[in-house]
């Protein structure tokens, strides 16, 4: 999980995340995804540059063309990580249910037609 800090500051920007929602439907160029920003193909490179590092891309080499695909190493770790607090969350659901289980069996239990006491600043 060396790589996860790098992986997430790539996820953080919303730029990013539309080029990685946009290569969900497949491998497209830098020109083909520069397409719906307001921004220089330069700028859509230096993204891309930011998305390959932390793993979460491809580009390969097709004559002069350089298309970009989704890669599964950046999102295999974050999923690693999500896991991990997944399972630690699901012991404590655990543990809570226990409780609750164990609270409701020692506690006597209240008929509905009684109705609690009224309180002190209240006329009876």
Not at 12 to 39: H, N, W
Not at 67 to 78: F, H, N, V
Not at 82 to 105: C, I, P, S, V, W
Request: hydrophobic residues 45%; charged residues 25%.
């Amino acid at each position: 999980m060396a790589n996860l800090d790098a992986t997430f500051s790539a996820l953080a920007d919303p730029t990013r995340r539309a080029i990685l929602a946009r290569l969900c439907l497949g491998e497209a160029t830098v020109m083909e995804l520069a397409e719906p920003f307001a921004m220089t193909q330069p700028a859509i490179s230096r993204h891309l540059k930011v998305l390959e590092s932390a793993g979460l891309i491809e580009r390969r080499v097709e004559g002069t063309r350089r298309p970009c695909r989704l890669a599964s190493a950046g999102l295999t770790e974050i999923d690693g990580w999500l896991g991990m607090l997944r399972k630690a969350l699901a012991a404590n659901y655990g543990r809570l249910d226990l409780l609750l289980a164990a609270m409701e069996a020692t506690e006597p239990a209240v008929p509905a037609s009684i109705s609690p006491p009224p309180k002190a600043d209240e006329p009876t």
